[in-house]
């Protein structure tokens, strides 16, 4: 069993920066899974936003993020973050961390078993 808990979301002004955090309980979390962010924002679907996979911490970006966004992970604090840096309106959702058996960079909603509760993210014009 993982325990994902997200922190770091807040309100910020566009073309600001913010971290966000996801700390995982159990032991190996980052040599067992891969982490992953997605967002979701009002009325909308919960989006790929970025993964970084086990061991070598290969990382993937949705494309329409990448560039701004960076995804790392800590496994001595058994953390992983998204580095958001200039931030748009459409960027404001709530930001999801989450955990998959599968390798590589999965994208899809349904290869992550297990969630955090999410942190709200909202960027100002």
């Not at 309100?11 to 979390?29: D, E, N």
């Not at 800590?74 to 404001?92: G, I, R």
């Not at 599968?102 to 709200?120: H, M």
């Amino acid at each position: 069993q993982v325990q994902l808990v997200e922190s770091g979301g807040g309100l910020v002004q566009a073309g600001g920066s913010l971290r966000l955090s996801c700390a995982a309980s159990g032991r190996s979390t980052f040599s067992s899974y891969t982490m992953g962010w997605f967002r979701q924002a009002p009325g909308k679907e919960r989006e790929f936003v970025a993964a970084i996979s086990r061991g070598i911490g290969r990382q993937y970006y949705s494309d329409s993020m990448k560039g701004r966004f960076t995804i790392s992970g800590d496994n001595a604090k058994n953390t992983v973050y998204l580095q958001m840096d200039s931030l748009k309106p459409e960027d404001t959702a709530v930001y999801y961390c989450a955990a998959s058996i599968n390798y590589g960079g999965p994208k899809l909603r349904n290869d992550y078993g297990y969630w955090g509760q999410g942190t709200q993210v909202t960027v100002s014009s």
